[in-house]
């Protein structure tokens, strides 16, 4: 069973950074798009960055400028580096690969188990 594995959440005062990772053992890594979501208290789940299996990045218009996704196709891994951080970036963050070369073995999308981001001074 094959399970995305998120590191880098934690604490951060208002207009501070982390960076979070995703690493994804056991998966065509390049044949996946690979995305990050957020799930603040109370609200649905939200797309935050997608960066597709060829390295196309998109954000959702509340991250833009602040937040830049990455991928190793190497290391099996998407990063997320978030700057300038508010607190209604307050949230779980989830690792999702969804595939896109359908003849790869695999299955076909996978999660993480989340991360906690908190912003507050």
């Known amino acids: 069973q094959v399970q995305l594995v998120e590191s880098g959440g934690g604490l951060v005062q208002p207009g501070g950074s982390l960076r979070l990772s995703c690493a994804a053992p056991?998966?065509?890594?390049?044949?996946?798009?690979t995305a990050w979501y957020r799930q603040a208290p109370g609200k649905q789940r939200e797309l935050v960055a997608r960066?597709?299996?060829?390295?196309?990045?998109n954000y959702a218009d509340s991250v833009k400028g602040r937040f830049t996704i990455s991928r190793d196709n190497a290391k099996n891994t998407v990063y997320l580096q978030m700057s300038a951080l508010r607190p209604v970036d307050t949230a779980i963050y989830y690792c999702?690969?969804?595939?896109?070369?359908?003849?790869?073995?695999?299955?076909?999308?996978?999660w993480g188990q989340g991360t906690q981001i908190t912003v507050s001074s």
């Open positions: 960066i597709t299996n060829d390295g196309k990045p």
């Open positions: 999702n690969a969804d595939k896109v070369v359908l003849s790869a073995p695999g299955g076909q999308n996978y």
């Open positions: 056991g998966i065509i890594f390049n044949a996946y798009n």
